[in-house]
């Protein structure tokens, strides 16, 4: 495709930006084929704004007279009015931004395009993967093996080349076993806690279907699990009754007679239109700015994000304490495994294990646990709150996973490597980005399309120095201890540098945070000195 | 009074302790007149807890079999649960409790026998007052003049010896005016605004009465108040309808046609009853382990709570308004001029003037603001939000005012020189204390009591080196601007490390506030080095 058909107009002059907190300013405005740019005439205040279109959730246009306003709201939440000269100039600029801010064309997004001045060489894409994972654990080794039986991805079309397996099970049978599992997502290790040996796996749902249908090397795989424990557990990410639902369109669960040493825990977690829906309420509540607090807080109610962020909480720790206090093995899954399931899994590892705590730990789980592991980026994060766009299968599952990242990190204020500034940095990065990481819907689509090749890493950015600085938690102090979370609605609070991010408020936070820090490099200088 | 009437068991062995987030310990409890002492007999684990029983806010027994159970509620929100051997020794403990917590008589209070270690000298009592505040603020030299018309306490009970009033009118008209206001409060000056001489002056409301009464002297003293500027403002901090109908029972307002240079503001602020409801509702919800989200918000919403912080800063705002950005002098009253006229007068203060801000500052201005200025301390604080008892006048609007300090203290983490363990001590030190500082009434009863011959200054105490360690802000940087609050619901919290102090996560909280404060000692340290 051809950028410029799409751009009728590609500059105007006389143009006022209106932003929040910040004095309407006069400028220029140029759309290209991936940003729009406004810059400030002004000597004194210069100012330039560079959005990405593909961060455009939606835009509002009014025409009056002969000049036009165009609003856009932005998939980080920021919400920009452009007052523009001139009613087509204005048509011009909106339905380019509409064609523009949401290519299907995955080579054609920005990241194909960006050539960062200092790049990191290609051939470091990425920090983790299963094999790196499978090397660096070598208590693995005696009973679990790496298996390559998906490296053309024709056994799981959302799973890595390669994965975790227990070693009595060969390849023949993984394949029978992905038959035998939604999506081929057969059940693969994931989190070997050092402590006591057990682990974590992740799966598909199993298809048993009306007719109770069994798969001899499935039992088979999770009897290799526990080999020589009494018992493990299966977290189900739905309720039982939703579970047993789900026969009827040929899912289900692995019922107690097939699967004897292991017991099943249902809890309920919502997915998909009904947290997006959630989110969008969020987002309208925290717009609303009648200064009224029982509309507010009853809002916020509604929205029932906090709830939502409640239950990922106290199910990971459920997980946690199965593994960590109760000495046993877990098997997690939903229907499709690759939502709720790696959201649960990626904050019990943070939970439980200081290594996931890092800066480079945490970008590493990140990595392999959504990333490879199959999270339908592209899917998921194709609109944020604000679009009016039919819901297609967006979700925020990620953005949950954040948020619930940061409950930890407020609880935790020395446990965690990395700032509240690396969150939300990853945040806007999922919805619209200048890197490959977030592209694609997994593995897969990625190697088709040569994303290693052709883009560039965010994970690896964020580790170069100057990232680094910026990312990294002054406070941190490594502690070995598990961090449980409360999961009392009463210690859960709702993540205001991100949904009030473009406030004055949050600014000052980000003072206190710099303070910090600046404290922190004086201190080691002189210490050095 | 001999305390040792009130107690039958002054000892009892075998006593268990329980308290959330401690494990049950078992030890000795002793009784005396003014404290409740339990310690641990195991030697690695030896733990003491002292409480003043006046902290005692309620207490629930129960008797099952030969033994009992006795669960007391702190004002400071903290619970305890204490079992006790033997029936009859736990219901003489109760009692003993019962009768010593709610003693009437001050001089029976603990202030009065509390001798501290290392005492400051009995002539240093109080940090400021309003000859202080006279002789350090050269400019109002001209046309403000200290009058010691009360020095008896006979014109107004509720004020200081000493006040600040316009030159022009002399004690003669004082004395009339305090006729015309409720509770004799004459208007009075209680501050200065450098930047451009205006003032803030607060009072009772006037007496019109149904027959629209008239003092002339009053009206005199508010037009000298704004001479050679053309208006001022008139704060009530009663809705238009609520001051209509005080006329009924013989209070009122300014009318336009006799105060014809001062317009009149009316913002309406719940007080008395209705806010200690809210406080009890509140503390109720945040008891609640329900773990349901919904549920805890719902209540939040219906404690109303924030909805008192988010009024108390917005009028503290407006009259911040008139003052710097009009240009205004304001005159500040609701009916009696004790509760919440002191409270918007107070943190309009520490928006405004960067002297108020400091540790020093702000207690010299709470000093000056609600202690002297006449706010029934001892009414109000009588309970907390447990006792069943029947409400008197009790009104946590001191806590208010501290709930609205920590707001603005978060908003503006820079701004402030103390921490929030000084708004902690002081919401607690309200309530029960040591220190002779908050008790009584009014300076008059106080000096009655000979309070500051006989009792030890808690201000004073709390400037000690130690202290003043303690509850300053490491990251306090001075500056000379008002700090506006923003006052959108989405803005204000719940004031967590009160009123869920006694929950694990505060404790994180106070980890890096110590983390912080260690790394400024040590660089402070090396930096002289």
């Not at 001899?216 to 990410?237: F, N, P, Q, W």
């Amino acid at each position: 495709m051809e950028f410029s058909e799409h751009i009728k107009t590609a500059n105007v002059e006389d143009v006022v930006l209106q932003q929040p907190l910040h004095p309407p300013s006069r400028g220029t405005l140029c759309i290209t084929g991936h940003h729009l740019l406004f810059s400030d005439r002004e000597e004194e205040s210069s100012r330039q704004v560079l959005v990405l279109l593909r961060n455009i959730d939606a835009i509002e246009k009014r025409v009056s007279g002969s000049s036009g306003t165009i609003i856009i709201k932005c998939k980080d939440l920021c919400v920009l009015q452009l007052d523009i000269p001139g009613m087509e100039q204005c048509l011009n600029i909106a339905q380019s931004i509409e064609t523009l801010s949401c290519l299907d064309r995955v080579v054609e997004m920005y990241p194909f395009f960006y050539r960062p001045s200092n790049a990191i060489p290609w051939d470091q894409w990425g920090l983790s993967n299963p094999e790196k994972h499978y090397m660096e654990t070598e208590e693995l080794h005696e009973r679990w093996r790496l298996s390559t039986v998906n490296r053309e991805y024709s056994v799981c079309p959302s799973y890595p080349p390669a994965v975790i397996v227990p070693k009595a099970i060969n390849d023949d049978a993984l394949k029978k076993v992905a038959k035998f599992r939604q999506g081929g997502r057969f059940p693969v290790l994931c989190y070997y806690h050092r402590k006591n040996g057990m682990v974590i796996l992740r799966s598909g749902q199993p298809l048993m279907g009306a007719n109770r249908k069994r798969c001899m090397e499935d039992e088979l795989l999770l009897r290799a699990v526990i080999e020589g424990s009494d018992k493990g557990y299966i977290i189900d990410t739905r309720s039982a009754q939703q579970a047993q639902q789900a026969r009827m369109m040929g899912g289900g669960f692995e019922s107690k007679s097939c699967y004897s040493s292991w017991k099943r825990l249902h809890r309920q977690m919502e997915r998909g239109k009904t947290l997006q829906e959630s989110l969008i309420r969020l987002v309208e509540a925290c717009a609303d700015m009648s200064h009224n607090m029982d509309r507010w807080l009853s809002k916020l109610e509604n929205s029932k994000w906090l709830s939502h962020v409640q239950t990922a909480l106290s199910t990971a720790g459920l997980l946690a304490e199965c593994v960590e206090r109760d000495g046993h093995s877990v098997l997690v899954h939903g229907s499709d495994g690759i939502d709720s399931t790696l959201l649960i899994s990626t904050l019990a590892q943070i939970i439980m294990d200081p290594s996931c705590r890092t800066l480079e730990g945490f970008l590493g789980l990140l990595e392999r646990e959504f990333v490879q592991a199959g999270h339908p980026f592209q899917r998921r994060c194709a609109h944020s709150a604000f679009s009016h766009a039919r819901l297609q299968q967006e979700s925020p599952v990620f953005l949950l996973l954040l948020d619930c990242v940061w409950q930890l990190w407020r609880q935790f204020p020395l446990a965690l490597g990395f700032s509240e500034a690396l969150l939300l940095r990853l945040v806007t990065e999922a919805y619209a980005s200048n890197y490959g990481t977030f592209l694609c819907n997994s593995d897969m689509e990625r190697c088709a399309l040569e994303v290693k090749n052709k883009t560039h890493c965010l994970f690896r950015a964020l580790l170069k120095p100057r990232e680094r600085q910026q990312y990294t938690n002054p406070l941190y102090e490594h502690t070995k201890l598990a961090i449980w979370p409360s999961v009392h609605p009463q210690s859960l609070q709702l993540w205001r540098g991100f949904f009030l991010r473009w406030n004055q408020q949050t600014r000052h936070l980000e003072e206190v945070q710099e303070e910090i820090k600046n404290m922190v490099i004086e201190w080691g200088k002189m210490a050095l000195s």
